[in-house]
């Protein structure tokens, strides 16, 4: 066993970018799921968040207007789940999958014609002073900018979660839509904003693989990282700081399997690979039953 | 994509209305079961230019369809199966993992014949066919070993099974031979198309000081990792797998191996019309020209490159075989005598080779 070649700081460091894409997705998600609605699709608007991104970016050779696009066809896609649940009134389990499913049609559909190309360069930031310091400068501080702005999402959800009007209106309406409504909040508008939010999270995760990550687009580029944000919704019992935690545990592990290997220690790599979905269901178990929002899932309708 | 050739294939047999071509044959069908999507880069993007070929030869005499993105296992079945009821005559099946289901389905349809690529399952009406890509890792580990300043060299594997390992044993052995300080670190992505995964492992391999990635997974995603790594300040160079990926050229992309089944397809594809079919079991190398090596570019030193092309020459006329002894097995044990090279078959032939050479550090996963 050699554990001298893999170097913890840069290990630390690339667990950060690792856990990002799913980060943003997470993020997103927890506040659709906050607000009372279940949405299955994260791995569609995901992927297409990752192509139309991917073919912006190219087109204009700025990776940022990629991210813009990203995060507006996420939300578009986003929209059209919430036109169907909340207007419509669909399963929204159905509804979500369905999504999904169309997702990564539309997207291998969209991305002939790009497949093998390269992204635009995104440098990585290099703040002055904190990136100098020993360590810790280079595993916080020497990153991309969109490393920094999933950490500020996460921080931003959780003020308006926890500080403002807004969102305690958003809580009131995922933990009891008809008490909300009896209060006059508008149930269905929160929802669809949420729904848009969450949308464009996704995008911005997709987007972040196909730009930054790898970087370039091929089809199945997300491969289940959208399940992956599902299940770190429910590991943070939907709370924005565990899902910080959650996202770098699952970000972690990938990055460390990978390390442990080219380190030639033979561990076999399948229980690494597991340890986060079985930590979700440990936690899903030890859980409290009730730190569920109460109308998660349900379906709203005015006239009951 | 398969929707738009069966309704095209619809469309062409309602205009023929089932009647024969004019010179009285129907069209022989040829069917391709891909794992990637066909715009992999590498390996499907290669079986595809097979098929592209076959068309272009026969034209109108075949009728040729696909399927992508076919995953390894039971749901490989139901898409030859499906194949076959439409009438296919001749099913290419590109990987390992349809091995089994080649042969399951080819039972129940005795009349059609099956080509596995990669495999050794033969049967009355499924053939064999492989190439014999260890010869071109030679010559990347050849190259590979003179160029990198780190000595580590890092290997991105899909599956423990032979023709990976022969390729990591054979890159490694003239690695070794110019390089005597270098040292593989392998990772296994068991995967052969996850292109997130690909551009982690390469990352990773990176990191851990790795200035040569070589790879055997088809995703192109390894190389612009790598490019991505050299725009921020590092040195790294690729090899491309299966495809060229000229697009990756002059670096990181320093050379590939180009699989090129076209030859071989338009054969096998003749030998069905002519009736002259036969299961044959076929393991073609740089002689025939089914594995070829892509341009060496010019960031690669001019006696490096000279060296390097005497070897593809040799290789090539059969004067010389890549694993030649004196090669001891990785726990000391002799495998191949000095002068000796390795048989196909048999105990410890190349055709179910499980073990890595003497010098490789880590373990062949179980």
Known sequence: ?304 | MLRRTLLASAAATAMIGGAALADGHEPVKVGFVYVGPIGDGGWTYEHHQGLLAVQEEFGDAVETVFVESVPEGPDAERVMTQMALEGADLIFTTSFGYMDPTINVAAKFPDVRFEHATGYKQADNVSVYSARFYEGRAVQGHIAGQMTESNIIGYIASFPIPEVIRGINAAYIHAKEVNPDVEFKIIWAYTWFDPAKEAEAANTLIEQGADIILQHTDSTAPQAAAEAANEAGATVYTFGQASDMIEFAPAPRVSSIIDNWAPYYIERTQAVIDGTWESVSTWDGMDTGMVEIGEITDAVPADVKASAEEMIAAITAGEYHPFTGPINKQDGSVWLAEGETAADYGDDGLAGLNFYVEGLTAEVPQ
């Open chain 1, 1 to 304: 066993m050699d554990f001298g070649s893999i170097n913890p700081i840069l290990l630390l460091a690339s667990l950060m970018v690792a856990a990002t894409p799913i980060l943003l997705a997470a993020i997103g998600e927890l506040v659709v799921e906050r607000a009372g609605v279940l949405n299955l699709g994260v791995e569609g608007m995901m992927i297409v968040g990752s192509v139309l991104g991917f073919v912006a970016a190219i087109g204009t050779g700025n990776a940022w207007v990629g991210f813009g696009v990203a995060a507006v066809a996420g939300a578009g896609l986003a929209l059209m789940f919430g036109i169907l649940t909340q207007y419509l009134l669909t399963n929204q389990v159905a509804s979500g999958l369905a999504l999904t499913l169309f997702g990564l049609g539309l997207a291998a559909l969209l991305g002939q014609g790009y497949l093998g190309t390269k992204a635009p360069s995104f440098p990585d930031l290099h703040i002055p002073v904190l990136g100098d310091i020993p360590v810790i400068g280079p595993i916080v501080f020497q990153h991309d900018p969109m490393v920094y702005i999933g950490l500020a999402i996460v921080a931003g959800v959780w003020w308006f979660l926890n500080k403002t009007r807004g969102g305690l209106v958003l809580r009131a309406v995922g933990e009891n839509h008809e008490a909300a409504h009896a209060l006059g909040y508008h149930v269905i508008r929160t929802r669809l904003l949420a729904i848009m939010f969450g949308g464009a999270c996704a995008g911005l995760g997709g987007a972040y693989l196909s730009i930054v990550r790898v970087p370039t687009y091929a089809e199945g580029l997300t491969a289940g990282a959208g399940w992956i944000a599902l299940a770190i919704v429910v590991f943070a019992s939907w709370k924005p700081g565990r899902l910080l935690i959650g996202a770098y545990l699952f970000g972690g592990v990938t990055v460390l399997q990978l390390n442990l290997q080219a380190a030639g220690v033979a561990i076999p790599v399948e229980y690494l690979s597991m340890s986060p979905y079985i930590a979700t269901i440990l936690v899903l178990v030890i859980m409290s039953a009730g730190s569920a929002p109460g109308s998660l899932g349900k379906t709203f309708h005015a006239s009951r």
